[in-house]
């Protein structure tokens, strides 16, 4: 992309038109992530909700110096619950070791259940095993999307331990967390797992016994990762 191209999309993300706003701001999914971030910046505290979501997002994928820190601090103090959520899911795609501690603060301490399923998801993204408390907790949860983070990123992090406490959910009503279920249990190979997937492999729904079956497949040919 030429410098040319740069400007162009600098000027677009100045246009008073959000349209315009939010194409120049698709348009720099191909560019270096050194180029694209100083852009990115430029509408972080864009006035229409979309695009700074978008926005929050990209700089989850052009990791650079300067996106930790930004997407920290929207965490941790914008006012929006969805600009909040979007910087947890960031911080997961980053994958930066340092996430961890705000990202349990914000599972633990925000009020609404959209940020602290991201921040379950994210904590699953970062591959940490001190994650086990906090997703173990979050099994317990009042609300069912944060069984379907918690018991993915179970799964994400290996956590042979947590078997039991996700195995209770494999009679769930909740179709999704039968599927996070049985893809969870493909990284963790042990004779409850195999037991629980051939289990799911019976249920009902195509998608969760379509997903006991890759599962199994998976610790067949020993491939947890």
Known sequence: MSQLSLEQIANQLDSQSSRDRMLALASLRDIPATDAVPLIKKVLNDENLQIRSMAVFALGLKPTEDCYPILIKLLEADPDYGIRADAAGALGYLEDPRAFEPLVRAFYEDTDWLVRFSAAVSLGNLKDQRAHDV?????????VV??????AALGEIKDVSSVDQILRFAQSEDWLVRQRLAEALGNMPTPKSISALH????????????????SLKRIAEGKED
């Open 146 to 151: 944060l069984h379907q983070a918690a018991i």
């Open 199 to 214: 289990y799911l492999e019976k249920d009902p729904h195509p998608n969760v016994s379509a997903s006991a079956t890759i």
């Open 135 to 143: 997703l173990v907790e979050a099994l317990d949860s009042d609300e």
